[in-house]
């Protein structure tokens, strides 16, 4: 092994993961799914391509989702981040989604499961705040809230995918707590 | 059953979700360890040839890179059994994508850097990856995966053939596929003096842990093997992949906990694949609609490295009464990454081409194919002449066709359309083999009244704790909660691995008879019980894995609805049904998930999985999950699933057939019998993309290969 990285390859970083603010001195290179993994123990947001491919690692950054593997973590200097372990009330207490998705057996091996949870979330707050998808009606009102019906909440989860094929009772998780 | 029966079927909940749904179930990649490092392997690139240098200095002299492994210095393994495990033994490279290197550093970005400064360099040698029906190195093998005869023949099948008034004579094409659980393949180790503790995601610890100690020459006691949480596996890690043997490699050669996860793009390559399948079907039937010759043959690929062949005509030894028929493979070993075990291996291929012709078969007779497969129902299995230990397909294609409105079709293809969009319906029947192997386990009761069930199975997704657990339950007759089971971990009683849909069946019927035995120890107990409580132990060898005078087969019916745009040429599926008959469901609602997995794996592979291997670069070109298209929630509509309750008493205590293919097996054809009925186009190969729908509804109708003689 040779020296250590030089300095201007590092940059420190704050993040505020769960509520709870980090400085990290962080490799340029990482992404945030692995400072999430790596840095902080957050390893409930799963690496399932490292190329935006799948969604596994789909997190909420100041509120919007993101997939955390294509997000170099330098550049998030300051943002606000929630991942499935910041989902819970801290007590015994399931977010809705995690409930619904135990419910409807939303899921077998589960690998999936944190970012369809996560995406879920983002997916509400876009349909409430009047975001369209490519299967929203364009005669709808534009700036109203979106009703999610089966088809609105297939189209705006297709990033996430899931080998196990646990779609309709995601579909069905997702419709229990709209 | 000796228990209540009140715990068994009943849709009890899985006992590891609420870990999954909140993040903390951990896979293999993820357990704290301090001083873990990262390793990344160097995946050969060319298609055939040796190593003839590999230079490690720029790669050494980056920051936190702690070795680089070659063929040169890497640890020395003991001969595999499965020669895809004997990594960085020797400069052979015999496909492109096999590894030539394994960098190692404390991060995952210096390990990626790490590997991409290692130089490599080649002596190339000419290589052929394309598999052709006529390929002149083809030949028969003695047997195809899982031990069937590569040819079995009766009758006077070409004989049938020449002299039938109806005959399909038809080939059809499936594709490379490609497993891509959501977790890729992983490994962590570590060793702790001269223990080995290694955290996989395998189908089977018990395997892993017998394969390292073979490998690197050590006793088993000292091997610790947990796979607690696996994402999937779907058959790429029923076995022990190069992952976890590279792992222990830099473990050893670093003294520093080693995580390998291999890149998704990798995956390809290294951890086997559902080889292509050329099939040619002949099918000679009377006027009458009965069978009169059935031939089933395949054509596939395997490696240089192992051969490995799909056993795509073994279903059609099961499936429909035909006085004379021939099944018979072939394989070609070519320069390609080695093939293996993708959920279904022989029956999902091979039920597509089978179905599609009965289909064919139909439409030549001007007969419904629900009725056609049940005129063809045989009294016994045909191949072996065995009697059917319960064989209930008849009663899953009524039952599936009365719930899919199957009277209301119109069965002229191309008679439905709206605006551009033409729809249709299709059906397929469905088959997989009973598979049971013996596993051990032990059954613990405890002074509060509790149990523990201890047994080294995996759970893959299967919800293996929970039906376990209602196994125990029922057998022991206690409530539900007050069992508790053990799984995961290769220090519990050793089990077989979760595959071929051979899990539950195994590992339950272990689970069943330790606690059969425990019942009768405690039975003649007085008083509080010891601390430690009592505990008995199974062992399912000879019973399990004992030769049965019955064919014991899963069936099932599937059912599809699609559209196809006649402007884009693509295909969607509207709905998809499916009724099984799979002996007793032990778990309504895992079982549930199962089935539905199974068909949507099966509507990718109609619509949108497939792979090519470049002639030239001798390579997978769909190597990701952008390229390689796997369904995803947009693509997949309502899908249900049914199941005929089987009351079958040949096949183990709990009277149970394995569940977690045969959703998997025929669902593509169903889904291409739609097709035709939708378009009136006969497509045989797969996937069904715009590319090929569009140039066939645009083209001249295709070359009739099945008809009516006279």
């Known amino acids: 092994m040779s020296s250590e990285p030089t300095p201007e390859h590092r940059s420190d970083t704050v993040l505020t993961v769960n509520g709870k603010p980090h400085t990290l001195r962080l490799d340029h290179r990482r992404v945030l799914l692995d400072v999430l993994r790596e840095d902080l123990g957050l390893t409930g947001t799963k690496k399932g391509c490292d190329h935006g491919q799948c969604g596994a690692c789909t997190v909420l950054v100041d509120g919007r989702r993101v997939n955390g593997c294509l997000l170099l973590a330098v550049s998030l200097d300051g943002c606000d981040v929630i991942t499935v372990e910041g989902l819970t009330d801290g007590g015994d207490g399931l977010h809705p989604l995690q409930q619904a998705f135990l419910d409807r057996d939303a899921f077998q091996c589960g690998y999936c499961t944190p970012g369809q949870i996560c995406s879920a979330v983002g997916v509400l707050a876009e349909a409430g705040a009047g975001h369209p998808s490519h299967v929203t009606d364009p005669a709808a009102p534009s700036g109203r809230p979106v009703p999610l019906d089966e088809a609105e909440i297939r189209e705006r989860l297709s990033g996430n995918l899931c080998r196990c094929g646990a779609y309709p009772h995601i579909v069905e998780a997702v419709r229990d707590v709209i | ?710």
């Open chain 2, 1 to 710: 059953m000796t228990g209540t029966g009140t715990a068994l079927g009943a849709p009890a909940v899985r006992r590891e979700g609420r870990r999954k749904v909140t993040g903390g179930a951990r896979y293999a990649a993820e357990h704290p360890l301090a001083d873990r490092v990262h390793a990344r392997p160097v995946p050969a690139t060319v298609a055939r040839g040796r190593v003839t240098a590999v230079d490690t200095a720029a790669a050494l002299a980056l920051p936190g890179v702690l070795a680089v492994l070659t063929h040169e210095n890497a640890p020395r393994l003991a001969e595999p059994d499965d020669p895809t495990l004997a990594v960085l033994q020797d400069p052979g490279v015999p496909h492109r994508g096999w590894y030539v290197a394994l960098a190692v550093a404390r991060t995952p970005e210096e390990a990626r850097a790490a590997a991409a400064a290692v130089r490599v360099e080649y002596a190339v040698e000419e290589h052929d990856v394309t598999l052709t029906a006529d390929h002149p190195e083809a030949y028969e093998p003695e047997t195809a995966n899982a031990g069937y005869p590569a040819r079995r023949e009766y009758g006077d099948p070409d004989g049938a053939f020449a002299s039938a008034p109806v005959r399909v004579d038809v080939t059809y094409r499936v594709p490379p596929l490609h497993n891509h659980p959501m977790e890729p393949h992983a490994s962590t180790a570590r060793w702790e003096g001269d223990r080995l503790l290694v955290h996989t995601s395998s189908q089977g610890g018990t395997a892993v842990r017998a394969t390292l100690a073979a490998l690197f020459g050590l006793p088993e006691d000292r091997i610790t093997v947990d796979t607690a949480h696996v994402g999937g596996g779907f058959g790429s890690k029923g076995t022990p992949r190069p992952d976890v043997v590279l792992a222990v490699m830099a473990a050893r050669e670093t003294g520093r906990p080693v995580t390998v996860a291999l890149p998704r793009r990798h995956l390809p390559a290294v951890v086997g694949h559902r080889a292509p399948t050329l099939h040619r079907l002949r099918l000679a039937a009377g006027a009458d609609g009965r069978l009169t010759g059935l031939t089933h043959e395949i054509v596939t690929h395997s490696s240089r490295v192992k051969e490995f062949v799909e056993q795509a005509a073994v279903p059609a030894r099961v499936m429909y009464a035909a006085p004379s028929s021939r099944t018979l493979h072939r394989v070609v070993r070519l320069d390609v990454p080695t093939p293996s075990w993708m959920r279904a291996p022989g029956e999902c291929p091979g039920m597509y081409a089978l179905e599609s012709a009965v289909d064919e078969l139909a439409t030549a007779l001007g007969t419904d194919p629900v009725e056609l497969r049940v005129l063809n129902e045989p009294e016994r299995e045909p191949d072996s002449g065995k009697p059917f230990s319960s064989r209930h397909l008849t009663e899953c294609l009524r039952e599936g066709a009365r719930r899919f409105g199957w009277d209301r079709r119109d069965p002229r293809p191309r008679s439905r359309a709206e605006g551009p969009l033409l729809v249709g319906t299709g059906v397929a029947a469905a088959t997989y083999p009973v598979l049971v192997r013996p596993s051990t386990a032990e059954a613990r009761a405890l002074p509060d009244g509790t149990f523990v069930v201890r047994v080294n199975a995996t759970d893959i997704g299967t919800g293996a704790r929970t039906v376990l657990a209602q196994v125990a339950a029922d057998t022991l007759g206690v409530p539900l909660e007050r069992v508790r089971t053990e799984i995961g971990d290769s220090d519990l009683p050793p089990a077989s691995l979760a595959g071929g849909s051979s899990g539950t069946a195994s590992w339950g019927w272990a689970v069943h008879d330790a606690c059969t035995r425990l019942t009768g120890r405690l039975g003649g107990l007085t008083g509080r019980l010891p601390d430690e409580g009592i505990s008995a132990r199974a062992d399912t060898a000879g019973r399990a894995d004992a030769d049965s005078p019955y064919a014991r087969h899963a069936f099932g019916a599937h059912f599809a609805e699609v559209t196809v745009d006649s402007v884009t040429g693509e295909v969607r599926v509207r709905r998809m049904l499916g009724v099984f008959a799979a002996g007793r469901i032990l778990n309504a609602r895992t079982a549930r998930s199962q089935f539905i997995g199974g068909m949507t794996m099966g509507l990718g592979m109609a619509l949108t999985e497939g792979s090519t291997m470049d002639p030239a670069f001798g390579d997978f070109t769909e190597s990701d999950l952008a390229s390689y298209h796997v369904p995803a929630h947009a693509d997949v509509p309502a899908v249900e699933a049914h199941w005929i309750d089987e009351d079958d008493t040949r096949l183990n205590p709990m009277g149970s057939k394995g569940i977690g293919e045969i959703g998997n097996v025929g669902s593509a054809a169903a889904i291409g019998n739609a097709v035709h009925h939708a378009t009136g186009v006969r497509f045989r190969e797969l996937p069904l993309t715009p590319d090929k729908v569009l140039a066939g509804l645009s083209g001249p109708a295709p070359a009739p290969t099945s008809g009516r003689d006279g």
